[in-house]
């Protein structure tokens, strides 16, 4: 199982990224996914999700700026971020976990790939 992230980058506040998590050796039908954020020296927190039958849940913080969606043809779940600000500046990383329940508890996720890194400068 693997599951590899990409889409970071460098961009002004307002601009927007999309982040992709391509999923090998693990099915949509069976798993849950997971993009977690990371600022050195913090915790890292849950800042989208979507379950197997596609319910999502976000972060207060990233609600109405950043969509989750999967596309099964191509196995990649998507994180698409808009109105990016300097806050959201951090690691990334996306998870794959079974079940549905308390998808933001990171110990439940099983699978995790590298992270990607986004900046956004002010």
């Known amino acids: 199982v693997q599951l590899q992230a990409s889409g970071g980058g460098l961009v002004q506040a307002g601009g927007s990224l999309r982040l992709s998590c391509a999923a090998s050796?693990?099915?949509?039908?069976?798993?849950?996914i997971g993009w977690f954020r990371q600022v050195p020296g913090k915790a890292r927190e849950a800042v989208a999700c979507i379950d197997k039958e596609g319910s999502t849940y976000y972060a207060d913080s990233v609600k109405g700026r950043f969509t989750i969606s999967k596309d099964r043809t191509k196995n990649t779940v998507y994180l698409q971020m808009n109105s990016l600000t300097p806050e959201d500046t951090a690691v990334y990383y996306c998870?794959?976990?079974?079940?549905?329940?308390?998808?933001?508890?990171?110990?439940?996720?099983?699978?995790w790939g590298h992270g990607t890194l986004v900046t956004v400068s002010s």
């Open positions: 998870a794959g976990r079974t079940g549905s329940h308390r998808l933001t508890n990171e110990r439940d996720y099983t699978k």
């Open positions: 050796g693990l099915s949509f039908d069976d798993y849950a």
